[in-house]
Nanobody, 127 residues
Framework: QVQLVESGGGLVQAGGSLRLSCAAS????????MGWFRQAPGKEREFVGG????????LYADSVKGRFTISRDNAKNTVYLQMNSLKPEDTAVYYC????????????????????WGQGTQVTVSS
């Protein structure tokens, strides 16, 4: 089992930037896809972006493409989400998650393909 701890959330004005981090411990980090999801009040959890085990493949939701960048440092067991040009509609609790299949080729958008989740970090974007 892996433990995931997100950090880096906060309050930012529209147009600003934040970088979220997710530190992993426990199960081998470098063998698994990592994903970021978010959930706004009254809405379902949605996929934001994901990165495969090697970092060679990434996938983004259309709503964040071109503004958000996901990366990972396997030596530090950490995945990052760089968020630029933030909008009020990006306000949500952001969660990182680890995929369930080692060395998966594709990055999944489906939250059921992710078995371990962090506790979340709040991102609030003011207009």
């Amino acid at each position: 089992q892996v433990q995931l701890v997100e950090s880096g959330g906060g309050l930012v004005q529209a147009g600003g930037s934040l970088r979220l981090s997710c530190a992993a411990s426990g199960r081998t980090f470098s063998s698994y896809t990592m994903g970021w999801f978010r959930q706004a009040p009254g809405k379902e959890r949605e996929f934001v972006g994901g990165i495969n085990w090697s970092g060679a493949r990434t996938l983004y939701a259309d709503s964040v493409k071109g503004r958000f960048t996901i990366s990972r440092d396997n030596a530090k067991n950490t995945v990052y989400l760089q968020m630029n040009s933030l909008k009020p509609e990006d306000t949500a609790v952001y969660y990182c998650a680890q995929g369930q299949t080692a060395y998966a080729y594709h990055v999944s958008r489906d939250c059921t393909d992710f078995g371990s989740w962090g506790q979340g970090t709040q991102v609030t974007v003011s207009s």
